[in-house]
């Protein structure tokens, strides 16, 4: 096993030796340690007290900081208000531990240029696996865990529970026991005390059996991938992804395709399967915990979900450029007799005479009213928002610019008649504006 850890270890970590092991003083992660600290390459132990087990969880930290002693390197102790979390985020108390954890070990590697490594193996790939097959699940969720993720470690893949014991006993290693870890309330432990020993009446190696069929479900996601990468049906602009449906609609098995571009957003296949029902409901919206998707005619917007709006800022007259938000804008002064209009719909050419400096580039505001170009009475923003068919995730971000208390230009959309330019103009001020949210240009 120690031959095994070290080809694993030099594999995994490359020129990179320091590594700090997670450590919860149960029999994997003590293992972990041991393993790491033999093969060279333990740069200090990792505790995380998420203080939910009392005098239990305080005898858990001073034994791994006794175990960090022995074995000479730093102890790293952190303790979590891990119920506080959880109820502020409207989560299971695992997840919160999950969360707050994996925050901590990022910032740990940071700080000591190290990687982390945590003790999962390989009874928690086939456990994985059969969980996520209990709530529904994609090629992500049956493919179990990498054994490297960044700056994450998991070194103990290859081996067993059975293996990780024989060879604790072997080498009279001492750990300790979560008691949580017998009681049947929680989910995992009954995969772990009754479902998995069954499955092994059937098939004794099934641990090892599901540990390959989760690699070739991990290369077959790959090959997904890979179809994706050449398939051209998406697009990231700025912040936006956009979905060509047309394109996707090609692909056979698009609603798998699809999840596997949505799943990193936060998106769930339940949702995907809303879209196969009807792809073409443009309007609908569907959101994830961080991001908002818009059906949008013939395409799908993906966006981030947030309430923050570009900051407004002023306009002078000399030729500049600025920046606000997602967008950056360019002025010029010109004679009008100089001056070939531009017709594309990110650049607004006005009569310079008739604007009163600064001017001043802001979001569009509820009640804003303006008169379009050709028309002779006003309009609402928000009306000419909604025959424009922009979409829900781009509203926020539409600018405006107001000479005064006017609206001289609904920019990327429309101009307004009070400043159009004429025969008589002199002088033409020309603004044009690019950004991440610059979509139909």
Same mark, same amino acid.
């Given at each position: 096993m120690e031959k095994k850890f070290r080809d694993i270890i030099k594999r995994l970590a490359g020129d990179q030796r320091a590594v700090i092991a997670a450590v919860s003083g149960g029999l994997d992660s003590v293992v972990l340690a041991r393993l790491l600290h033999d093969s060279g390459h333990l740069a200090g132990v990792a505790h995380c007290n998420f203080r939910l087990r009392g005098e239990e969880a305080e005898a858990d930290a001073r034994f791994v900081e006794q175990l960090a002693e022995r074995l000479g390197v730093p102890y790293y102790l952190k303790?979590?208000?891990t119920a506080d979390y959880a109820q502020a985020h409207g989560i299971s108390l695992q997840m919160a531990a999950r969360e707050l954890r994996y925050n901590w070990f990022a910032q740990l590697a940071e700080a000591q240029q190290a990687l982390v490594a945590t003790a999962h193996q390989a009874n928690d790939v086939a456990e994985t696996l059969l969980f996520n097959l209990t709530k529904g699940t994609g090629l992500?969720?049956?493919h179990g865990l990498d054994e490297r993720q960044?700056?994450?470690l998991r070194p103990l893949l290859a081996f067993s529970r059975a293996e990780i014991l024989q060879f604790a006993h072997e080498q009279q290693i001492d750990w300790r026991e979560d008691s949580s870890n017998q009681s049947l309330k929680y989910q995992r432990n009954r995969l772990r005390h009754r479902v998995v020993p069954e499955l092994e009446q059937i098939n004794p190696a099934f641990v090892q059996a599901a540990g390959r069929t989760a690699q070739r479900l991990r290369q077959v996601e790959a090959f997904v991938q890979g179809v994706i990468a050449r398939s051209g049906f998406s697009e990231q602009r700025g912040n936006h992804l956009l979905i060509?449906?047309?394109?996707?609609?090609?692909?056979?098995g698009w609603q798998t395709v699809l999840y596997q571009v949505l799943r990193p957003l936060g998106f769930n296949y339940a949702q995907i399967d809303q879209l196969a029902d009807g792809p073409h409901q443009s309007?609908? $919206?569907?959101t994830s915990p961080t991001h908002q998707l818009n059906i949008d005619r013939q395409r799908l917007l993906v966006s981030p979900l947030t309430d923050e709006r570009p900051d407004g800022l002023f306009l002078q007259t000399e030729e500049a450029a600025y920046a606000t938000g997602p967008w950056q804008v360019h002025t010029r002064l010109m004679a009008a007799a100089d001056y070939r209009i531009d017709r594309q719909a990110h650049i607004a050419a006005l009569d310079a005479d008739k604007l009163q400096f600064p001017l001043l580039l802001r979001p569009?505001?509820?009640?804003?009213?303006f008169r379009p170009l050709g028309m002779q009475g006003h309009k609402k923003v928000?009306?000419?928002l909604i025959d424009s068919k922009v979409p829900v995730n781009l509203k926020k971000d539409v600018m405006v610019v107001l000479s005064g208390d006017t609206i001289a230009w609904v920019a990327g959309y429309r101009l307004s008649e009070d400043f159009k330019i004429t025969?008589?103009?002199?002088?033409?001020?020309? $603004?044009?504006l690019h950004g991440n949210n610059d979509l139909y240009q």
């Amino acid at each position: 096993m120690e031959k095994k850890f070290r080809d694993i270890i030099k594999r995994l970590a490359g020129d990179q030796r320091a590594v700090i092991a997670a450590v919860s003083g149960g029999l994997d992660s003590v293992v972990l340690a041991r393993l790491l600290h033999d093969s060279g390459h333990l740069a200090g132990v990792a505790h995380c007290n998420f203080r939910l087990r009392g005098e239990e969880a305080e005898a858990d930290a001073r034994f791994v900081e006794q175990l960090a002693e022995r074995l000479g390197v730093p102890y790293y102790l952190k303790g979590f208000a891990t119920a506080d979390y959880a109820q502020a985020h409207g989560i299971s108390l695992q997840m919160a531990a999950r969360e707050l954890r994996y925050n901590w070990f990022a910032q740990l590697a940071e700080a000591q240029q190290a990687l982390v490594a945590t003790a999962h193996q390989a009874n928690d790939v086939a456990e994985t696996l059969l969980f996520n097959l209990t709530k529904g699940t994609g090629l992500p969720g049956l493919h179990g865990l990498d054994e490297r993720q960044g700056y994450l470690l998991r070194p103990l893949l290859a081996f067993s529970r059975a293996e990780i014991l024989q060879f604790a006993h072997e080498q009279q290693i001492d750990w300790r026991e979560d008691s949580s870890n017998q009681s049947l309330k929680y989910q995992r432990n009954r995969l772990r005390h009754r479902v998995v020993p069954e499955l092994e009446q059937i098939n004794p190696a099934f641990v090892q059996a599901a540990g390959r069929t989760a690699q070739r479900l991990r290369q077959v996601e790959a090959f997904v991938q890979g179809v994706i990468a050449r398939s051209g049906f998406s697009e990231q602009r700025g912040n936006h992804l956009l979905i060509d449906l047309a394109k996707l609609n090609k692909l056979s098995g698009w609603q798998t395709v699809l999840y596997q571009v949505l799943r990193p957003l936060g998106f769930n296949y339940a949702q995907i399967d809303q879209l196969a029902d009807g792809p073409h409901q443009s309007g609908k $919206i569907f959101t994830s915990p961080t991001h908002q998707l818009n059906i949008d005619r013939q395409r799908l917007l993906v966006s981030p979900l947030t309430d923050e709006r570009p900051d407004g800022l002023f306009l002078q007259t000399e030729e500049a450029a600025y920046a606000t938000g997602p967008w950056q804008v360019h002025t010029r002064l010109m004679a009008a007799a100089d001056y070939r209009i531009d017709r594309q719909a990110h650049i607004a050419a006005l009569d310079a005479d008739k604007l009163q400096f600064p001017l001043l580039l802001r979001p569009w505001q509820a009640g804003d009213v303006f008169r379009p170009l050709g028309m002779q009475g006003h309009k609402k923003v928000s009306d000419l928002l909604i025959d424009s068919k922009v979409p829900v995730n781009l509203k926020k971000d539409v600018m405006v610019v107001l000479s005064g208390d006017t609206i001289a230009w609904v920019a990327g959309y429309r101009l307004s008649e009070d400043f159009k330019i004429t025969p008589a103009t002199r002088q033409i001020f020309e $603004i044009s504006l690019h950004g991440n949210n610059d979509l139909y240009q």
